[in-house]
């Protein structure tokens, strides 16, 4: 399964004792696919190191993200700019449709707007849809 993972997701997914925990587990066991660029890293490294109070925790969570065997960087060739209510967001969009991303996993509102654009298609859940999907036996 391909995902890309907005930054309020990752915040979440962190703390060894979070309900969503599992989601990053995951990741460094190659259960999933997590597609990246540069930009999206960036902003990683930022609020990570902002939210935790921290000088390096983000750098270090990137890291281990981009040496993961199932880690996918891709490159954006076009911005789509369908989120007008908050274009940083924008960057988790192109993403996914540059990587062809099974999902966009993300908790923010702004993406609601994705679900009445038709092209290019983008399926955006939540955290706790995603547990539902990852849970579901395949068949």
Known sequence: MNIV?????LIQILPRGSVNRWVFDA???????LSLTTEIVAEYEE???????????GANVCRTLLELPLTRTVS???NWQLITADPDD???VDC???ANAD???TNDAHFKILEQIDFPPVTCI???????LFEKPAG
């Open 27 to 33: 990741l460094l066991q190659g259960q999933l696919t």
């Open 126 to 132: 939540s955290l706790y849809e995603f547990k539902s």
């Open 47 to 57: 609020v990570l190191n902002t939210f935790f109070e921290s000088e390096t925790l």
């Open 76 to 78: 954006i060739y076009f």
């Open 103 to 105: 999902f966009l996993i």
């Open 96 to 98: 996914a449709v540059a």
């Open 5 to 9: 993972l907005d930054t309020n997701c």
């Open 90 to 92: 924008n960057k988790y």
